[in-house]
């Protein structure tokens, strides 16, 4: 497969404006407001331009409709639709549920470990091309697993990936098993047995899949044991799940991110902990607003929350089924909720500084972003 820096940054130029992605259009120029007009440039000209970090971000869901078709063609997998346009049409989703029917579906055409190097590189050259300069990746090897396909197969193409943008790009990456929540906790805990031989390609644990019915207390074992080994945890509450699903995933899984976390605010003292305890929250502004969590993005908590002093991140989740990548998510929020140029430094420092990299190191990406923020455009 072919991928171009050059490419991939027009191509998303092209996405911002496309009309079946009305919720990240361009603002509309008034001429009678020239002030308010080069203020908006100006802060769409900084989004794109500083060094960005995304801490949630399914590898499986950056799979686009026309590399899912080159990879289910090339293993003889049968996809029951016509064409990319037509898998694009069939993104419409209820809820949760929903989307992850589909998710699972179009992850079913992956089957080599070159399938996954794929996927995974095209992930990285796109992000590459918006300035993201650190990833952490989720993958779901249990899909994969149950499909008959090897742990390893998984990780030896997603690790070979990552490995390679690095040498190419300078992107660095960290890897995050997730546990399904749908399954059992014996399930996830057989998962985690084959991971503790790849201790140096992954970072840290995580805990995905349908939300509702499926309480993070299930999986204390399963986590007490990874941490334990020496790995980080994460794990995704409050998406569709109530406040109390944060508070376990804070007290008995003991992570150190809540991915979405939007449902805190119904809850004052769970919200006071979370910015007492510095707890970043991985937001996901587009996926929210596909999922049906928020009606629209103007309706979005994200200003809200980072107003309420919480640690907020902007991330994708799952691009290629959610209309847009991180510089999407970035430049819809600042539109939709109309942040600030602060507001913009605070979501992109809040990302190097809750990311797993070594302080030396995140140190060095702030004083990047610190350079890109002083940088003078001509306008
Ligand atoms: C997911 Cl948006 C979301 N929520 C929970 N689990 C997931 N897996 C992939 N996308
Ligand atoms: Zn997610």
């Known amino acids: 497969m072919q991928v171009s820096e050059a490419n991939s940054d027009v191509d998303e130029t092209r996405r911002t404006s496309d009309?079946?992605?009305?919720?990240?259009?361009?603002?509309?120029?008034?001429?009678?407001?020239?002030?308010?007009?080069?203020?908006?440039?100006?802060?769409?000209?900084?989004?794109?331009?500083?060094?960005?970090?995304?801490?949630?971000?399914?590898?499986e869901g950056s799979l686009e409709p026309e590399l899912m078709f080159e990879i289910a063609e090339r293993?003889?997998?049968r996809l029951p639709f016509a064409s990319a346009a037509d898998v694009r049409r069939a993104y419409e989703f209820r809820d949760l549920r929903s989307f992850l029917d589909i998710y699972y579906a179009g992850a079913a055409v992956l089957h080599r470990a070159r399938d996954f190097y794929d996927l995974t590189l095209a992930y990285l050259a796109r992000a590459h091309g918006q300035r993201v300069r650190h990833a952490e990746i989720f993958f779901d090897p249990q899909t994969h697993t149950a499909r008959g396909v090897a742990f390893e197969t998984v990780l030896e193409g997603i690790h070979s990936a990552t490995r390679d943008a690095e040498r190419r790009w300078g992107i660095s990456s960290g890897l995050?098993?997730?546990?399904?929540?749908?399954?059992?906790?014996?399930?996830?805990?057989?998962?985690?047995?084959?991971?503790?031989g790849y201790r140096d390609r992954i970072v840290a644990v995580g805990l995905d899949?349908?939300?509702?019915?499926?309480?993070?207390?299930d999986f204390k074992d399963v986590f007490d044991r990874a941490r334990a080994e020496g790995f980080l945890a994460v794990a995704h509450a409050g998406e569709e799940g109530p406040p109390e699903y944060i508070r376990q995933a804070l007290h008995l899984l003991k992570v150190a991110r809540i991915d979405h976390g939007v449902r805190c605010e119904e809850d004052p003292d769970l919200v006071?902990?979370?910015?007492?305890?510095?707890?970043?929250?991985?937001?996901?502004?587009l996926s929210n607003v596909k999922l049906r969590v928020f009606p629209s993005l103007r309706e979005?908590?994200?200003?809200?929350?980072?107003?309420?002093?919480?640690?907020?991140?902007i991330n994708s989740d799952d691009p290629a089924y959610f209309g847009g990548y991180l510089l999407e998510n970035?430049?819809?929020?600042q539109?939709?909720?109309?942040?600030?140029r602060a507001d913009i430094y605070r979501l992109a420092r809040n990302a190097f500084e809750a990311s797993f990299l070594a302080p030396t190191v995140t140190r060095r990406f702030v004083e990047e972003l610190d350079a890109a923020m002083a940088e003078k455009t001509e306008s």
């Open 272 to 285: 006071a902990e979370l910015a007492t305890a510095r707890i970043p929250l991985t937001v996901c502004p």
């Open 209 to 217: 899949s349908s939300e509702v019915g499926h309480p993070p207390a």
């Open 300 to 313: 979005h908590n994200l200003k809200r929350l980072l107003d309420l002093g919480l640690r907020v991140t």
């Open 335 to 340: 539109q939709a909720l109309g942040l600030g």
């Open 19 to 59: 009309a079946r992605h009305p919720r990240v259009a361009r603002p509309v120029v008034h001429r009678r407001r020239p002030d308010v007009v080069s203020a908006l440039t100006a802060l769409e000209r900084l989004i794109r331009r500083i060094p960005k970090a995304e801490l949630h971000i399914h590898i």
């Open 75 to 77: 293993n003889g997998v």
């Open 176 to 196: 995050i098993l997730c546990f399904l929540r749908h399954l059992p906790a014996g399930a996830a805990m057989e998962t985690f047995g084959r991971a503790l």
């Open 330 to 333: 970035f430049l819809g929020a």
